[in-house]
């Protein structure tokens, strides 16, 4: 019932029409949305549309949430999906932003985000756009968290989101297992392209993998050519080729 009330509501935010205003939002602030093709910018405004019109978006410390908040991180979810489903979103709730780094309970020191396992995702808006803004570093906190989302979307954070059959989960445990398991063992491969947290967990592993494979596509199919081939396999993205 839940799901098929969710669908017509999706249907229903489709056919509003697309805000011109968010373009341009879009083009000051989202380098990756000028390299679409035609065909997917019309799957990826599509997606945006509805992602920013049914989660809720709350403002934190003192930041009011504007169009621009609400379209800029609804981008950096749905690169994620364009060619999965929105249902990797349907246990996300709301994204809470701050204005810079921020400060929560059961962490030490300062944080940029943190996905939580109720459904809520918080972001720091000065991290969102510095990701943004340097495309190529490997660190995007929105990319970040985001993953996490996908990965909680079968009902725990471990490094394994849905994938797209059966027959995939094989290869995926063995070649994210793999890496995994030489990222912490500091092997040089791997430290060139992903960043040391990922030897934290599984879980911290694909959400740093994900940063990689969208911002350092090319070093990651050259230097971890198979975790490259998975996340591609996963996403349906050829970074690399720029497609």
Do not use: C
């Given at each position: ?13 489709l ?20 390299t ?11 997606k ?99 993953a ?43 430290r ?19 940063e ?20 591609k ?11």
């Amino acid at each position: 019932m839940f799901s098929f009330i969710r669908q017509f509501r999706r249907r229903r935010l489709l056919r509003r029409p697309f805000p011109e205003a968010w373009l341009g939002y879009l083009d000051a602030r989202v380098p990756f949305f000028r390299t679409l093709s035609p065909e997917l910018r019309q799957s990826f405004l599509d997606k945006l549309k509805v992602f920013a019109w049914e989660k809720e978006f709350i403002g934190a410390g003192g930041l009011e949430v504007t169009d621009e908040i609400r379209v800029v991180i609804s981008a950096t979810a749905v690169q994620l999906v364009v060619h999965l489903s929105l249902s990797y979103y349907d246990r996300l709730r709301e994204v809470i932003v701050y204005p810079s780094a921020f400060r929560i309970p059961d962490r030490t020191g300062g944080v940029l985000g943190e996905a939580k396992n109720w459904g809520s995702v918080i972001l720091s808006w000065e991290s969102v756009l510095a990701g943004l803004r340097n495309p190529g570093d490997g660190h995007d906190t929105a990319t970040h968290e985001f993953a996490h989302v996908l990965d909680r979307a079968d009902g725990a954070f471990d490094g394994t989101p849905n994938l797209r059959a059966y027959s995939h989960y094989r290869a995926w445990s063995a070649v994210m297992s793999e890496h995994f398991h030489k990222l912490q063992q500091g092997q040089r491969r791997e430290r060139q392209v992903l960043d040391d947290y990922g030897g934290l967990n599984e879980a911290e592993f694909f959400a740093v993998a994900t940063e990689s494979f969208f911002e350092k596509p090319r070093q990651m199919q050259e230097k971890t050519p198979e975790l490259y081939e998975e996340l591609k396999r996963f996403y349906g993205w050829d970074p690399a080729a720029g497609t």
